[in-house]
């Protein structure tokens, strides 16, 4: 017999109905009127937990560091963009000495000023908190704009390797 989505309804508000009063009355019958879960019920709870934490767990952190590495390399194309501007509006860009802060504070020996090229007072950090690595002259083009990635060393051989503005 096949049941309408009316009388599946009632039939289901019925026999959970039956089994929450023969669930009370179970508690009732315990330990002097004192509700609670049984240790297997928490243990069977904690398992399913772990379980669940255990699959969906690395899945999420491997999102989180590809979000940090794809933040990077937009705050560096920021960058590269601000360095261009400086350097159509002043004929250079900034010296190693100068850094990245000249984007956002008029350096003495910059005539032409008209920044500053990022919004803010101050150079952004990378997504881990440290400070760019800004190089001028650069070994890869005009300068060199460096994200010591997640284990904070300039190293381009490890696993995690940098995020640079020399690649893609």
Same mark, same amino acid.
């Given at each position: 017999m096949?049941l309408g989505?009316?009388e599946f309804? !009632? &039939? ?5 109905? #039956?089994?929450?009063g023969?669930r009370?009355?179970? %508690?009732?019958?315990?330990r !002097?009127?004192?509700a609670?879960? #049984? ?5 069977? &709870?904690?398992t399913?937990?772990?379980? &669940?934490?255990?699959?969906v $767990?690395?899945? &999420?952190l491997?999102?989180l560091?590809?979000?940090? %590495? ?8 920021? %960058?590269?963009?601000?360095l261009?501007?400086?350097? %159509?509006?002043?004929?250079r860009?900034?010296?190693?000495? *100068? $850094? ?6 008029k350096?003495?020996t910059?005539a032409t ?10 150079v952004?950090? !990378? ?5 760019? =690595? ?6 890869h ?6 994200s =010591?990635?997640? *284990?904070?060393? *300039?190293? *381009?051989?490890?696993? #995690?390797?940098n ?6």
């Amino acid at each position: 017999m096949m049941l309408g989505w009316t009388e599946f309804r !009632d &039939v289901a508000k019925s026999r959970l109905a #039956t089994w929450c009063g023969q669930r009370r009355a179970r %508690l009732r019958r315990g330990r !002097d009127g004192e509700a609670g879960f #049984t240790l297997v019920e928490m243990l069977v &709870v904690i398992t399913i937990i772990g379980l &669940v934490m255990g699959l969906v $767990g690395p899945r &999420v952190l491997s999102y989180l560091s590809d979000s940090k %590495l794809k933040t990077a390399r937009i705050q560096i194309r920021s %960058l590269s963009s601000a360095l261009d501007l400086y350097h %159509l509006d002043n004929g250079r860009y900034p010296t190693a000495a *100068e $850094g990245l802060g000249a984007l956002v504070q008029k350096p003495a020996t910059a005539a032409t000023w008209n920044g500053p090229y990022l919004s803010g007072t101050l150079v952004p950090n !990378d997504p881990w908190g440290r400070p760019y =690595l800004y190089k001028f002259p650069g070994q890869h083009g005009a300068y060199d704009i460096v994200s =010591l990635g997640p *284990e904070g060393r *300039e190293d *381009e051989t490890s696993a #995690t390797a940098n995020v640079t503005s020399w690649q893609p």
